[in-house]
């Protein structure tokens, strides 16, 4: 404390009296001639006062100054906070507001700072408490986790800066069973006779296993989608409906489809709109005419949908005499609008069929029919084909192994199974009916079958094996699935391909590896079964293809090379040690060089390239 000094220069010191204010004592501090003191012990809380004298040498005071007091300040006291109420709420629900009261001694009631906690942050996350209010009168509003149930003490602490103060309460929150969910399906228009196919859709639930969740549907207009037409399907989350509306029917109708856990529900709506549909098109076709044993050519026909696109139409096929005409030797070609059919009838069967070809949109249908007459066989041209089979484009793990009881010494096979392929380009001088036989090894029954196809179509299983399990080579015609360790074998039956003149493709790979390929035939011949002609390993059988007309005539075609001279050569019996020259040696001209000869007997070809 301090005062101004006394202009009085007979003034030697100051005397500075103090006491509680309307207290019963005084006390008075000497300080001299210094015009300020320090006080100090006073009790908190009080409200002192102060006053100073003057005095001379003699000690005699002047009049007291102005009185001043001071309230010397107290200890800070914690803040204060009511108490609140346990609250009980429904899962998925909030407290709202609950109020309550702050206070302090020392601190303004809107200075103090609130903040709350949770014993349960999985039941109640800190931020789902919220504060409001101001003052004195505050609130708080408690917000459980989304699908959460349980208990948690919520603790709201007031602070002053310094000192804190808390209250709690219990916070329960009662499980309520949540409802499904399902997700939405989108509206749906499709024609007469037709169905939407399965449309997919998702459902869910908190607490209720999804396999345990039933699913129903219904139609608002059964008339159109019976409530039996609406089929359900899937599993766990990922689940499809399919509608079928009723034949004939054409309208709208709501679809609504209901997913439930026992206790609650939960639906979506779309909407199915059936159009009339218009059936397609297909142009007559018309009938044919062939001898047995032959194709007929590739017919043309032209179909049409008002509505769908002819990308999209599918076809199908079924004969009348499936002994004549198998179903299978029924084939379509051509694409788009402009589609073909040829049909290649059973070997050595004769008779009629009437083939019918049904063009399809997905729901209505339309068909032609045209009749098939086969007239019994003529001595029709032969064709046999002989192959080497190194000769083939092959591609690894199959490969050209040497056997000197191969012909040529060489054969091919896979390394691995499934594995490998060998494929030949053979040209065939008359469309018809063609079987395959193949000159092959299949030691084991690990060792026994190849994949065939021809011109990249769907493999078949060869079993090599038909005849027996052998060391040795044999001549095997290629035959469906499956051979010899099966009733049903189809030595008697081979397997057949429709070939039309020209080049065709024909690809062999592997399946167990180590099955033997030396040579292949191809034949239009149903009656021919391979002699020791195809065993000749000297000279160099290289025939590329043998024609025999109703004549007698044999004309032999084989491949060559401009320039270079080849002979003909033949034998009466293979038995015998020489071969004889057929007419003179030829030098070619072109690729290709053909010879004919008139043939009474057997005889057996070969060509010789000389040097």
């Known amino acids: 404390m301090a005062w101004d000094a006394s202009p009085d220069a007979n003034v030697v010191g100051y005397i500075l009296y103090y006491g509680v204010l309307g207290g019963i004592s005084t006390n008075s501090l000497d300080v001299a001639n210094q015009p300020m003191a320090t006080v100090s012990n006073l009790n908190a809380g009080t409200t002192e006062f102060f006053f100073v004298t003057a005095y001379n040498a ?104 310094a000192l804190t103060v808390s209250g709690s309460f219990t916070l329960t929150v009662t499980p309520l069973n949540d409802p499904p969910t399902i997700s939405s399906i989108a509206n749906q228009t499709i024609f007469s006779g037709g169905t939407t196919g399965p449309i997919g859709f998702t459902v869910g639930d908190v607490e209720t296993a999804l396999s345990s969740l039933a699913l129903s549907g219904s139609s608002s207009n059964p008339s159109l989608v019976p409530n039996a037409n609406i089929v359900l399907g899937g599993s766990g989350a990922n689940r499809t409906v399919a509608v079928t509306p009723a034949p004939g029917q054409v309208g709208t109708a709501t679809i609504t489809v209901t997913v439930s856990d026992g206790s609650a529900t939960a639906s979506k709506s779309f909407a199915v709109t059936v159009n009339l549909n218009s059936p397609p098109t297909i142009s007559a076709i018309p009938d044919q005419v062939i001898p047995a044993n032959t194709a007929t050519a590739t017919i043309p026909f032209v179909i049409g949908d008002v509505e769908t696109p002819t990308a999209n139409l599918s076809l199908s096929r079924s004969s009348s005499n499936p002994a004549l005409v198998p179903n299978n030797n029924i084939v379509f070609g051509g694409s788009g609008a402009n589609r073909t059919v040829a049909a290649a009838p059973a070997i050595n069967q004769s008779g009629t069929a009437t083939i019918t070809v049904t063009v399809s949109d997905g729901s209505a249908s339309t068909s032609k029919s045209f009749l098939l007459t086969v007239n019994p066989a003529t001595n029709s041209t032969l064709v046999y084909l002989p192959v080497e089979a190194e000769s083939a484009a092959l591609v690894s793990p199959m490969v050209v192994v040497s056997d000197p009881n191969a012909s ?26 063609y079987s395959l036989w193949c000159r092959i090894l299949s030691p084991t029954a690990d ?15 060869f079993d090599t094996a038909e005849g027996s399990l052998t ?37 062999f790979r592997g399946r167990e590896a180590g099955t033997g390929l030396d040579q292949m035939l191809v034949t239009n011949d149903p009656n021919f079964v391979p002699d020791i002609i195809f065993s000749i390993t000297a000279p160099p059988f290289r025939i590329s293809s043998i024609e025999h007309d109703p004549a007698g005539f044999v004309t032999l075609t084989w491949p060559t090379a401009p320039g270079n001279t080849y002979r003909v050569v033949y034998k009466t019996n293979l038995a015998d040690s020489a071969w004889l020259s057929l007419g003179q040696d030829l030098t070619a001209t072109t690729t290709v060089t053909s010879r004919s000869d008139y043939v009474v007997g057997n005889r057996f070809y070969s060509v010789l390239e000389l040097p």
Do not use: C
């Not at 060792?447 to 299983?461: A, F, H």
């Not at 035959?479 to 360790?485: F, K, Q, Y």
């Open 58 to 161: 003699l000690r005699v005071e002047s009049l007291p100054s102005n009185l001043i007091t001071y309230t010397v300040p107290g200890a800070n006291t914690a803040p204060t906070i009511s108490s609140m109420a346990n609250q009980t709420i429904n899962e998925d629900t909030s407290t709202g507001a609950i109020s309550f009261t702050v206070g302090d001694a020392e601190t303004a009631a809107g200075s103090l700072a609130v903040s709350g906690s949770s014993s349960n942050p999985t039941l109640v996350p800190g931020g789902n408490i919220v504060f409001g209010g101001s003052g004195i009168n505050r609130s708080v509003t408690v917000t459980p986790a989304a699908n959460q149930s349980g208990t948690a003490t919520i603790t709201v602490t007031v602070s002053d800066g």
């Open 447 to 461: 060792r026994d079958s190849i994949y065939l196809s021809v011109d990249g179509g769907t493999e078949d299983v």
């Open 408 to 433: 040529q010494g060489q054969f091919i096979k896979s390394l691995t199974n499934e594995q490998g392929t060998a494929t030949f380009t053979v040209n065939v001088p008359v469309s018809g009916v």
């Open 471 to 507: 060391n040795a080579w044999q001549w095997t015609v290629v035959n469906g699935r499956i051979g010899i360790n099966s009733t049903n074998a189809l030595a008697v039956n081979p397997r057949t391909f429709l070939l039309s003149a020209g080049a065709h493709n024909i690809t």
